[in-house]
Nanobody, 122 residues
Framework: QVQLVESGGGLVQVGGSLRLSCAAS????????MGWFQQAPGKDREFVSG????????FYTDSVKARFTISRDNTKNVVYLEINRIKPEDTGIYYC???????????????WGQGTPVTVSS
């Protein structure tokens, strides 16, 4: 019903930055929340940041609030995650999510992308 395609991941040095993108297609009018989840190596998938599409209200987990910025372009159905001053613990696969719980991290999302990997090198 909703397809999500992530891009922008890659290899980045400690202290660097990058911007992840998530393009939504399909029945996008059925969702009002989107977000990002990180799955670090050997760890469970965890909420990082989310946004309410209609209002732009943003949510962050405490560990990334000072370094990450989420935004959306509703005309393009794209959500971005800007990562600044990246740390080794930011390494992992970043999954875009939409639907229930995606903006706040509370509850399981309805839709998932395939993920884009982020690797932080020293």
């Amino acid at each position: 019903q909703v397809q999500l395609v992530e891009s922008g991941g890659g290899l980045v040095q400690v202290g660097g930055s990058l911007r992840l993108s998530c393009a939504a297609s399909g029945r996008t009018t059925s969702i009002d929340g989107m977000g990002w989840f990180q799955q670090a190596p050997g760890k469970d998938r965890e909420f990082v940041s989310g946004i309410v599409l209609s209002s732009g209200m943003a949510f962050y987990t405490d560990s990334v609030k000072a370094r990450f910025t989420i935004s959306r372009d509703n005309t393009k159905n794209v959500v971005y995650l800007e990562i600044n001053r990246i740390k080794p613990e930011d390494t992992g696969i970043y999954y875009c999510a939409a639907g229930r719980g995606s903006a706040t991290g509370r509850g399981a999302p309805d839709f998932w992308g395939q993920g884009t990997p982020v690797t932080v090198s020293s």
